[in-house]
């Protein structure tokens, strides 16, 4: 593993995250922040990509940690630029669809995110991150190729 840096992803330098969209019967799954940035928000899940780690690889460990699924990409989406000045906060997230190949979802890291939940579509939260939004727009591109 390498060493632990003094420097903040996303705030001191650019941060890569991914994104998942898990859409089961016309809902997709969202997790409520705790923490900064965006926090109180509902988003799509996902995460940091580790030094040395492949995008694809950094999605499927973050879906494990974070809901205890395992997962199989469908496609890639596209790539939110989500970039949060009031926030000072900078990441390249790639997002992509994926589906549950085990599992069931649930809020592994309580510490992070406050609640887990299945949202309707085209009925969500007005609260949600600019990487949900994002995601929600790249997905009805992707529907309706």
């Known amino acids: 593993m ?6 903040q992803k ?11 969209v898990l859409i089961e019967e016309k809902q997709i799954l969202l997790l409520q922040r705790l923490k900064q940035p965006e926090a109180g928000h509902w988003s799509i899940p996902g995460g940091a990509v580790e030094f040395g780690e492949t995008i694809e690889d950094a999605l499927k460990r973050e879906l494990k940690e974070e809901l205890s699924i395992n997962v199989e990409i469908v496609s890639l989406l596209g790539v939110t630029n ?8 900078h ?17 592994v890291e309580e510490n992070k995110h406050k609640a887990l939940r299945w949202f309707k579509i ?7 991150t600019l990487t949900t939004s994002n995601a929600i727009s790249l997905l009805n591109k992707h529907l309706n190729q």
């Open 91 to 107: 990441w390249v997230s790639p997002v992509f669809l994926v589906k549950i190949v085990s599992g069931n979802p649930r809020n």
């Open 82 to 89: 989500h970039i949060l000045p009031q926030s000072e906060a």
């Open 2 to 7: 390498y060493a632990e840096s003094k420097y």
């Open 122 to 128: 085209k009925q969500l939260p007005e609260s949600i």
């Open 10 to 20: 996303g705030k001191d330098y650019i941060g890569v995250g991914v994104g998942a």
